[in-house]
């Protein structure tokens, strides 16, 4: 369920929004324990959704670091890489 959850800080190119919301979603869909709620939650869900996404385009573009930022494409490659030893080809 929260396999959209990333580290999103020191990156280059930086976090999307889509990758922030993405992981905002996923959050929330963890800590309510629904994939989409039910016609009376919809409002407060997506409410929720948006508040964490913009809590944590603050946290990112507000912490700072000496080092070098990472490159999207080879933490994915290496990902792969951990994926193919963990589960096989």
């Known amino acids: 369920m929260c396999r959209n959850i990333r580290p999103l800080f020191n990156f280059e190119p930086p976090a999307t929004e889509e990758e ?4 905002a979603l996923q959050y929330v869909r963890k ?4 994939r ?3 016609g009376k939650n919809v409002a ?8 964490i996404a ?5 946290l990112v573009d507000s912490l700072e ?3 070098p930022p990472k490159n999207k494409e080879v ?6 890489v951990r994926n ?3 589960f096989g080809p």
Do not use: L, M, N, W
Request: one cysteine or more; charged letters at 30%; proline letters at 3%.
């Open 20 to 23: 922030i919301r993405a992981a």
């Open 31 to 34: 800590v309510s324990g629904t």
């Open 36 to 38: 989409s709620p039910s």
């Open 44 to 51: 407060c869900f997506d409410q929720a959704v948006d508040d």
């Open 54 to 58: 913009a809590i944590t385009r603050r």
């Open 65 to 67: 670091t000496t080092a």
């Open 75 to 80: 933490e994915a490659a290496k990902a792969r």
């Open 84 to 86: 193919v030893r963990r």
